[in-house]
């Protein structure tokens, strides 16, 4: 019999998982890596920073509006790093992964972790305390037959 089954108020066990796994990829794919693009056969058109070695100028830093709004490179993360590839001397924007973004994905993770574990664990003291009483009751049937 499922978790809840025939039990009015109560949700099926299957569906509250589903319900908070699907919760967790939303809140987690908000702030996921974005994939690079597909490469295409002429490398013309591909930033110098995928096809040689380069340099990194200026470290990785918010973009500013005007920056935002004219750079595609700081579209993805909202960071971007300025390059210098060494053959071609080109300087080229790359976005970028910022540790001070990375360290609030990682807390919005645990808080996401938190959160879990404690509807779980109500869920868990909830389904104790009925299993107590359903004994319980058991007990007193048996010694009031007797």
Same mark, same amino acid.
């Given at each position: ?20 796994? %699907?919760? $967790?990829?939303?809140? *987690?794919?908000?702030?996921?890596? #974005?994939?690079?693009?597909?490469? &295409?056969? =002429?490398?013309? !058109? ?21 920056? %935002?709004? $004219?750079?595609?490179? *700081?579209?993805?993360?909202?960071? #971007?790093?300025?390059?210098?590839? &060494?053959? =071609?001397?080109? !300087? ?55």
């Amino acid at each position: 019999m499922l978790a809840g089954a025939g039990r009015p108020g109560l949700p099926q066990g299957r569906h509250l998982c589903w319900l908070l796994c %699907a919760f $967790t990829l939303k809140l *987690c794919q908000a702030e996921a890596p #974005v994939q690079e693009e597909k490469l &295409s056969a =002429s490398t013309s !058109n591909l930033p110098c920073w995928l096809v040689e070695e380069f340099v990194v100028a200026e470290e990785c830093s918010p973009c500013s509006n005007f920056r %935002a709004k $004219t750079t595609p490179e *700081c579209g993805p993360t909202g960071y #971007v790093e300025k390059i210098t590839c &060494s053959s =071609s001397k080109r !300087n080229e924007f790359k976005s970028c992964r910022s540790a001070l973004m990375e360290q609030r994905l990682f807390w919005k993770f645990e808080g996401a972790v938190v959160c879990v574990a404690l509807i779980f664990a109500c869920l868990v003291i909830i389904r104790q305390r009925q299993l107590d009483r359903k004994a319980l009751e058991k007990v007193r049937k048996q010694i009031e037959s007797i």
